[in-house]
């Protein structure tokens, strides 16, 4: 393994600590690797190193390379310093992706707490935003005693370009409430974006990996409060793709950036029901589906009204299209064929 450490910004004492592993060679099929970036936390005030190296090794045994961002604090931490810190990082992390042997496009940030907040501003307002973000018990609102005061609102920001995310806290972190978790998974449902979120019956906060090498036994938490660790590392599988050990590279990711296909440039069965009705062609097949449904449920082939019945409206406005057909268990063909049609029609 090798190990660099890179100064951003002398004055503010701003580095940047990569932990880099070997490929190819004993590694035969694996020419490059995704990046964690870990930001620790610390009340803007320190950046805690229980937070840092401890986090950036188990991503690095399962395979990713890691780096650890020592970012703008104290005195320095006014906004926006931090996140510029994290915008020279990823750029940096783009410069060297072929010396480091990184793929840029599968970096992922995770942050605690402050480092947190930074994580989530990194997803939702940034210029380089990561391909996934890690939550610890992290600050998203802007009204967190202990936080820095300049510090923005994330929650506001989420939009359908912020990407997968991870969250973990727990239901009596006296520091950080767990509604900080719970808003910004809110506005992530809202836009349509993937996650997965672990709200631990009981623990405080700060507890980092949750092992005995950072965290006491003695600790009043929850003894699955630790496998936030190897759970975040199997979502990263399923929203990065695993490494492929037949043809090199990257397998396709098995889960999308968004549950439906509504940010798609042209409509598909996938889309919510809701974005097809808005669509004018979109809509004109949809009820011609929609009445076919209808009789098909009452035993009425005949039924016509070619209309989305008002009191199915609610339930089914978030549906995707296939599950909807699903529902009536209509066959593979007519629901490749519908997709075809749809796939015709542009999306806005």
Same mark, same amino acid.
């Given at each position: ?30 020419? *490059? ?6 930001? +620790?936390?610390?009340? &803007? ?13 188990? &991503? ?13 604090? =104290? ?10 810190? &994290?915008? =020279? ?8 992706? /072929?010396?480091?042997?990184? &793929? ?9 707490? #402050? ?34 005061? @300049? ?8 939009? /359908? ?25 809110? #506005? ?26 950072? =965290?006491?036994?003695? @600790? ?32 396709? +990711? ?8 509504? !940010? ?29 449904? *209808? ?7 005949? #039924?016509?009204?070619?209309?989305? +019945? ?26 490749? #064929?519908?997709?075809? !049609? ?7």
């Amino acid at each position: 393994m090798n190990k660099q450490v890179l100064v951003l910004n002398e004055e503010r004492n701003v580095t940047l600590t990569a932990y880099l592993l070997e490929v190819g060679g004993e590694f035969r099929t694996i020419e *490059k690797r995704p990046l964690v970036l870990v930001l +620790p936390g610390g009340g &803007y005030q320190f950046c805690s190193d229980r937070e840092a190296d401890p986090v950036a090794f188990p &991503y690095l045994k399962a395979g990713y390379h890691a780096a650890v961002l020592r970012y703008s604090v =104290q005195s320095h931490c006014t906004w926006p310093n931090p996140l510029e810190d &994290y915008e =020279q990082a990823m750029e940096l992390i783009k410069e060297k992706a /072929e010396e480091w042997k990184v &793929y840029p496009e599968k970096t992922v940030v995770i942050g605690f707490s #402050a480092g947190g907040h930074l994580a989530a501003a990194a997803a939702t307002m940034a210029k380089n935003r990561p391909a996934a973000a890690i939550l610890g018990y992290a600050v998203t609102g802007a009204d967190v005693k202990g936080c820095s005061p @300049t510090a923005p609102d994330t929650i506001s920001q989420v939009d /359908e370009l912020t990407p997968p995310c991870f969250l973990f806290h727990t239901r009596n972190d006296n520091v950080v409430p767990v509604m900080n978790s719970l808003r910004f998974m809110e #506005a992530l449902t809202e836009h349509d974006i993937t996650f997965e979120s672990h709200i631990y019956s009981y623990g405080p906060h700060g507890f980092s990996t949750c092992d005995t090498s950072v =965290q006491g036994p003695s @600790t009043h938490i929850s003894r699955r409060v630790p496998d936030w660790v190897p759970d975040s590392i199997g979502w990263l599988r399923e929203v990065l793709g695993e490494f492929d050990d037949e043809n090199g590279g990257m397998c396709r +990711p098995e889960v999308k950036a968004h549950i439906s296909a509504d !940010q798609e440039p042209f409509l598909s069965v996938d889309c919510t029901m809701r974005r097809i009705q808005g669509n004018p062609r979109g809509a004109e097949i949809l009820n011609k589906v929609m009445a076919q449904m *209808k009789g098909k449920a009452s035993g009425n082939p005949a #039924a016509d009204s070619g209309e989305v +019945p008002p009191e199915m409206a609610d339930t089914i406005k978030r549906m995707t299209l296939r599950d909807a057909l699903g529902f009536v268990q209509a066959g593979e063909e007519a629901v490749e #064929a519908l997709n075809a !049609q749809l796939k015709q029609i542009p999306n806005i």
